[in-house]
């Protein structure tokens, strides 16, 4: 299984600022993920990070507000953009082992917990 | 219609009895299929992974498929409070997992 760290693990922002997280694997992966898990729900997907591409989005999340970056296949960010209380979440990194691994299970990163103020 | 649905729980057993958990998806095509366990306050992690009709089998644990009734389930025999966590179903396509909203576990001693 893959070793994912993800940093930072919690942090309490102003509304209006914007905080980016660190997913760092470690070895190469074909697919990264975040996701956004609400209080008391289960996980949302926001996108898939593409290693040298724009991330693909999910309906109702959009770049200017999520923007994502990958630039090697260990490595991803995600940026909350203009926070505002509702994006107060958890935010999980999740990858796929290896090239051929797209149907194999997925590892987590241990999450980023944030709280919008 | 979610895509992936979970019996509405919580679930609650005593200890040493078995656990049955239940998914439905509606996705026809779907390819993978996981149950992950997530206590609170943690991230999720796998439980089991199945991907062709019939049981499978990993210690206490059973996990269930059929994909022509599109229904997937998690035994835990022997309950352990320790086992007392939400259980999340993921359906997994091209590579894209979708989870369902869990199934909230307590086991009583």
């Known amino acids: 299984s893959a070793v994912i760290s993800q940093k930072p693990s919690r942090d309490i922002c102003q509304r209006g600022t914007s905080l980016t997280i660190q997913c760092q694997v470690d070895?190469?992966?074909?697919?990264m993920f975040w996701y956004r898990q609400q209080p008391g729900q289960s996980l949302t997907l926001i996108a898939t990070?593409?290693?040298?591409?724009?991330?693909?989005?999910e309906s109702g999340f959009v770049i200017d507000k999520f923007p994502i970056s990958r630039p090697n296949l260990t490595f991803s960010t995600l940026t909350v953009s203009n926070m505002s209380p509702e994006d107060s979440s958890i935010y999980l990194c999740?990858?796929?082992?290896?090239?051929?691994?797209?149907?194999?299970?997925?590892?987590f990163g241990q999450g980023t917990r944030l709280t919008v103020v | 219609q979610k895509e992936v649905e979970q019996n509405s729980g919580p679930l609650s057993v005593p200890e040493g009895a078995i656990a049955s958990l239940n998914c439905t998806y509606s996705?026809?095509?779907?390819?993978?299929f996981f149950w992950y366990r997530q206590y609170s306050g943690k991230s999720p992690e796998l439980i089991m992974s199945?991907?062709?009709?019939g049981d499978k089998e990993d210690g206490r644990f059973t996990a269930q498929l059929n994909k022509a009734s599109q229904y997937v389930s998690l035994l835990i025999r022997d309950s352990q409070p320790s086992d007392s966590a939400t259980y999340l179903c993921?359906?997994?396509?091209?590579?894209?997992?979708?989870f369902g909203d869990g199934t909230t576990l307590t086991v009583k001693p």
């Open positions: 999740s990858v796929r082992g290896g090239r051929e691994a797209m149907n194999t299970e997925a590892f």
């Open positions: 996705d026809r095509v779907s390819q993978s």
């Open positions: 990070a593409n290693q040298g591409s724009e991330a693909t989005y």
């Open positions: 199945i991907y062709s009709n």
């Open positions: 993921a359906v997994n396509r091209a590579g894209k997992s979708t």
């Open positions: 070895s190469q992966v074909t697919m």
